[in-house]
């Protein structure tokens, strides 16, 4: 089929003519695809024409299988002005940019010259200040920039380079040039996202990317990921990739290339600095990192030293800077050179600097803390765009990114003029730029729309590397001037494209490299703890929903002989926190209708079903990059089917409804860890989680249901509860009587729903886990399980009274902790207060 394709557009050309047919170029402006007499530009037509040898129709359906690429894949970005933090699917515009050759070695020579002018700033700021004593750059440009770090002024960085991966915003004005946007040094975003665009794009129209001749990222990223390792200087030492963990709006990109560039992704907490280096808090103690790839802001690296407000650094590591015990790609403070009002002077700098002009200019930008220039910028206010000289300002919220002079009415302008005249350091003035367009594939045909482009540098020795591709912000309207995905804009991939084929490379080893291996990778102790408590909250939650559904089938029956067992499972539902005890005197089956709604919808309760799901998901999210895209699937759609409105009918059937459509879900989601989950350390401490929850629901479903003074029904309430109903019906054939009902539901070893069952595997895990104890003696944590394993081995079914059972709960809580201060605090003191429930 895809032979057949490529002979077709071989020969298309009036394919090529229909194509393109209805496009007409923005007025004003460059269109990348057609030049200024409407003709196609000659390195568009290759791609054009085997496009329009697919057609409009074949066309859609390879985009839209690109799209269900990135669904499948799991690809997202976050909003950051939404409260609820919503996963927005990755808006991919599926025409690619296409950069000529020539054009390219342009481009990669005016990056490269601006990195080195960017690093040799950095280096004079932060070291001899030559720069600002020679009155070349302002002190106050410096000094007043939040991004500058006093603590680190003296400290050469590790390695010798403060910038190692920055990125440079582009577009192409009027002129046809290209101009400098903006510089990212600090933590630049987008180039995980780039890959992603590229894979999308490549396996939707494969035979297309494989005959344009376009340049592969591979090499790029191979060299970085090789540079990052050199500087391990301890076999045993790993480089991390330091992220501000899951609520961030780049966060899947931050999981992404940690994966692809085969680095352990890490937050703060899982960080810890000693006098010796920088450590890695693992469930096999503390392991060494030297290099650190850096997401998040540098003023929140450290609490200690920078920002006290942080929660997502960690604190000593400026003195491990200082020591020289870890690399930091970029080194704090490097967002120095990210500042507008910088754009303002590199221009000159580059002369002084590097002894030339700068092959590739920004755009024009005035620092209005120059008296001489801000007179003459506020008489042009109309045409100029006014913007935060170092970040947004707090109280100019309407001010964003920039704002064009004429679009501020009486009441902003006045404020606005005020501002600068109280704080004029804080403000820029730049040149409004317009951007050249790029064709897109919107209704079944081409539309021109503006565009920028992100394109990423890496120092690889002592030079810099440029990646042959990029990441294309596209403006959804055909007015806009700043692109930003935090306003619904889309992104595309860019291809430069080569004069001769590309042979194909991976980052991944060929197969016939690729050593085997079955050893587990290391498994941070904030990874450990999260897969654990997914597990509890899970459990607790199955468990919620089986006593729910006891109690929904049991209402009709409630005024006679039922109503004190129905008694008994609302009054379990109210002291797990999941129903209000405060309620109206109604009926027993008004009642237990009100307490078992509340448990399944009531979202003001700690123990209610929509908590519980959400603390999974949110405890899921964390280490979301553990889970398969099915296992995540199962958890949002538990998620959504809790918060969705009941189905119309009688309540109680609506309620029952959800109980079982919930359970499946949870059944699929068990099945998926326990079937694709490798059952190595993070899958062990899931189970763990699961497996303590589960006996202790069970023993609190005895002592509630098969009590000395347990209602009537109790037993069969319990068999339902503990799943056993048809063992024990298979076993005795016979009604429910206490101690067999507690014999299989407590003590037999052969039941999956057992307390016992539960506490094997437990043992079973912890075996298996890392042994923090010499001598061969069991762990602290083992002690805790073997008790227990004792306990139900000699146990006698005619003998466990509520005592017994209460023990058992105190011993289980206590393994719990034990866990948790063996595996996830490294003997900090444990957070949680545990008590005994009902």
Request: charged share 20%.
């Amino acid at each position: 089929m895809a032979a057949q394709t490529d002979n077709a557009t071989l020969k298309t050309g009036n394919g090529l003519e229909a194509l393109v047919s209805g496009y007409r170029p923005l007025p004003g402006i460059v269109d990348e695809m057609m030049d200024g007499n409407g003709q196609v530009r000659p390195h568009w037509k290759p791609l054009l024409s085997m496009l329009a040898g697919l057609g409009p129709e074949e066309i859609g359906r390879r985009f839209a299988s690109a799209d269900r690429y990135l669904r499948d894949s799991g690809v997202f970005y976050r909003v950051y002005e939404d409260p609820a933090g919503v996963e927005r699917p990755w808006p991919l515009s599926h025409m690619p940019l296409l950069i000529e050759p020539s054009e390219w070695k342009a481009l990669e020579a005016g990056l490269i010259q601006r990195a080195g002018l960017l690093e040799a700033v950095l280096a004079d700021a932060y070291g001899p200040g030559d720069l600002i004593r020679d009155g070349r750059l302002p002190a106050a440009l410096v000094a007043g920039n939040p991004e500058f770090l006093r603590p680190l002024v003296g400290v050469a960085p590790a390695g010798g380079a403060h910038l190692r991966f920055i990125a440079m915003d582009v577009g192409r004005g009027p002129d046809g040039r290209w101009w400098v946007l903006g510089d990212r040094a600090q933590a630049p975003s987008g180039a995980g996202y780039a890959i992603e665009n590229r894979l999308a794009l490549s396996r939707a129209i494969p035979e297309i990317y494989r005959k344009a001749h376009v340049k592969r990222v591979a090499p790029f990223f191979q060299a970085f990921q090789a540079e990052l390792f050199e500087y391990n200087r301890q076999e045993d030492a790993r480089v991390c990739l330091l992220t501000p963990g899951p609520l961030n709006e780049t966060y899947f990109e931050h999981a992404y290339l940690a994966r692809y560039l085969g680095l352990l992704l890490v937050e703060g907490e899982d960080l810890v600095a000693r006098d010796d280096g920088v450590f890695i808090r693992t469930i096999s103690g503390l392991r060494r990192t030297e290099v650190l790839l850096r997401r998040i802001d540098a003023d929140f690296a450290d609490p200690l030293e920078l920002n006290a407000r942080s929660r997502l650094g960690v604190a000593g590591l400026v003195q491990a800077v200082r020591d020289g015990k870890v690399v930091i790609a970029n080194a704090l403070g490097a967002g120095l050179v990210e500042a507008r009002a910088m754009l303002a002077f590199l221009p000159a700098l580059a002369s002084h600097v590097l002894g030339e002009e700068l092959l590739l200019p920004n755009v024009a930008t005035w620092w209005l803390g120059r008296a001489d220039v801000r007179d003459d910028i506020l008489a042009k206010l109309d045409s100029m765009v006014i913007a935060p000289a170092f970040a947004s300002l707090p109280d100019d919220a309407h001010l964003g990114r920039g704002i064009l002079g004429a679009a501020l009415d009486d009441e902003q302008r006045q404020h606005l003029l005020q501002s600068i005249a109280d704080r004029r350091v804080d403000y820029v003035a730049q040149e409004a730029v317009t951007l050249s367009s790029t064709p897109v594939w919107r209704d079944g045909r081409l539309q021109p729309r503006p565009f920028s482009l992100r394109l990423f540098l890496a120092k690889t020795g002592d030079k810099w590397q440029v990646m042959p591709g990029g990441f294309v912000r596209i403006a959804e309207n055909a007015d806009a001037r700043a692109i930003s995905l935090q306003r619904g804009d889309a992104t595309a991939d860019a291809w430069v494209l080569s004069d001769a084929p590309v042979s194909p490379i991976t980052l991944l080893p060929s197969p016939g490299r690729v050593a085997v291996q079955r050893a587990p990778g290391m498994l941070p102790s904030r990874a450990a703890d999260n897969l654990f408590w997914v597990g509890r909250y899970v459990e607790r939650a199955e468990a919620t929903l089986r006593l729910a559904r006891a109690l929904l089938n049991r209402i009709t029956e409630a005024e006679d002989s039922a109503a004190p067992v129905v008694i008994a499972m609302t009054g379990l539902l109210q002291s797990w926190s999941a129903a209000p005890t405060d309620a109206a005197p109604l009926s027993v089956s008004a009642a237990a209708t009100q307490v078992a709604g509340s448990a399944l919808m009531g979202k003001d309760f700690e123990g209610s079903l929509p908590r519980l799901v959400k603390a999974a998901r949110t405890a899921a999210s964390v280490i979301r990059e553990r889970f398969s895209p099915d296992a995540w699937r199962a958890v949002n759609d538990l998620v959504a089917m809790i918060e969705a409105p009941l189905s119309q009918g009688p309540v109680e059937s609506a309620m029952i409804e959800r109980v079982e459509a919930a359970l499946r879900i949870i059944s699929s989601f068990s099945g998926l860890a326990q079937e694709n989950m490798t059952q190595l350390a993070g899958w062990r401490f899931l189970e763990l989680g699961r497996r303590i929850e589960r006996a202790l629901q069970t023993c609190r479903f005895v002592r509630c249901f098969a009590n000395a003074g347990a209602p009537e029904g109790g037993l069969d309430v319990l068999l339902e509860l503990a799943d056993s109903q048809l063992t024990y019906r298979q076993r005795y054939v016979m009604i429910a009587s206490r101690a067999p009902v507690i014999d299989l539901v407590m003590l037999d070893p052969n039941n999956p729903r057992s307390v016992a069952y539960q506490v094997d595997r437990i043992e079973t895990h912890l075996a298996a886990l890392p042994v923090r104890q010499s001598a061969g003696r069991l762990s602290p944590v083992q002690q805790v399980a073997a008790s227990i394993a004792t306990r139900f081995r000699i146990g006698n079914a005619g003998h466990i009274d509520e005592r017994q059972i209460i023990e058992i709960e105190s011993d289980l809580m206590r393994l719990s902790e034990a866990i948790g201060a063996t595996y996830l605090t490294h003997n900090e003191p444990a957070q949680a207060v545990w008590a005994t429930l009902p």
